[in-house]
Nanobody, 127 residues
Framework: QVQLVESGGGLVQAGESLTLSCILS????????MGWFLQAPGKEREFVAA????????HYADSVNGRFFISRDNPRNTVFLQMNSLKPEDTAVYYC????????????????????WGQGTQVTVTS
């Protein structure tokens, strides 16, 4: 049974930082790209960041590029999302996902590029 468990969400003020973690079990972590998505109230789930299986290749949404950083620790089956200079508009539930492929590809920014999802962790940024 494949499971992803996110942690690290919380309530912060604008300008502060948070680091989210996600642990994968039930499949070979290092065989899959990993991604983070967010979903704000009343909106569709949208891409935030992704990382290939080696950790060398990453891709970010324009809205977070330069503020958020994705990384992974393969021996610990964990992917991280370091979020800096947080803004109120970053408020959302953040989901990690395990990719269908090991490398970044055309569907990296799409929900269809991932086949397992975590339950989400809430991030709230106040002004």
């Amino acid at each position: 049974q494949v499971q992803l468990v996110e942690s690290g969400g919380g309530l912060v003020q604008a300008g502060e930082s948070l680091t989210l973690s996600c642990i994968l079990s039930g499949r070979a972590f290092s065989n899959h790209a990993m991604g983070w998505f967010l979903q704000a109230p009343g909106k569709e789930r949208e891409f935030v960041a992704a990382i290939g299986w080696t950790g060398w290749n990453t891709h970010y949404a324009d809205s977070v590029n330069g503020r958020f950083f994705i990384s992974r620790d393969n021996p610990r089956n964990t992917v991280f999302l370091q979020m800096n200079s947080l803004k109120p508009e970053d408020t959302a539930v953040y989901y990690c996902a395990s990719g269908r492929r090991s490398t970044l590809s055309d569907d990296t920014t799409q929900i269809t590029g991932y086949d397992y999802w975590g339950q989400g962790t809430q991030v709230t940024v106040t002004s």
